[in-house]
């Protein structure tokens, strides 16, 4: 089991900042693929960015690319969204997620195929 806390949602203007984290705990060492996602209100939620642990490889949405960047501290077991130039369409809850079985982070990503989930924190973009 891994649990997840994300934190540092909140509400700015658009253009501005953002960096959310994501504290895992619990048998961490099993994860080889962290995840953000979001979900806006009426809509799917989507994968935003992820990261393959052991060797780095990120992928990213492309509504995002240029402006939000995932990052990892592994001693701190933390991921972090570092999001930039944000958007009013960037409003969304967001959630971390992390992959425990064998497999190809990339596609467990793409389809959200994740086996532990975070409760999500809330960003809200102003126009």
């Known amino acids: 089991q891994v649990q997840l806390v994300e934190s540092g949602g909140g509400s700015v203007q658009a253009g501005g900042s953002l960096t959310l984290s994501c504290v895992a705990s619990?048998?961490?060492?099993?994860?080889?693929?962290l995840g953000w996602f979001r979900q806006a209100p009426g809509k799917e939620r989507e994968g935003v960015a992820g990261?393959?642990?052991?060797?780095?490889?990120?992928y990213y949405t492309d509504s995002v690319k240029g402006r939000f960047t995932i990052s990892q501290d592994k001693s701190r077991n933390t991921l972090y969204l570092q999001m930039n130039s944000l958007k009013p369409e960037d409003t969304a809850m967001y959630y971390c997620?992390?992959?425990?079985?064998?497999?190809?982070?990339?596609?467990?990503?793409?389809?959200?195929?994740?086996?532990?989930w975070g409760k999500g924190t809330l960003v809200t973009i102003s126009s």
């Open positions: 619990g048998s961490t060492y099993m994860t080889n693929c």
């Open positions: 990261i393959l642990t052991a060797y780095g490889d990120k």
């Open positions: 997620a992390t992959k425990t079985r064998s497999g190809s982070c990339q596609e467990a990503w793409t389809t959200q195929d994740m086996d532990f």
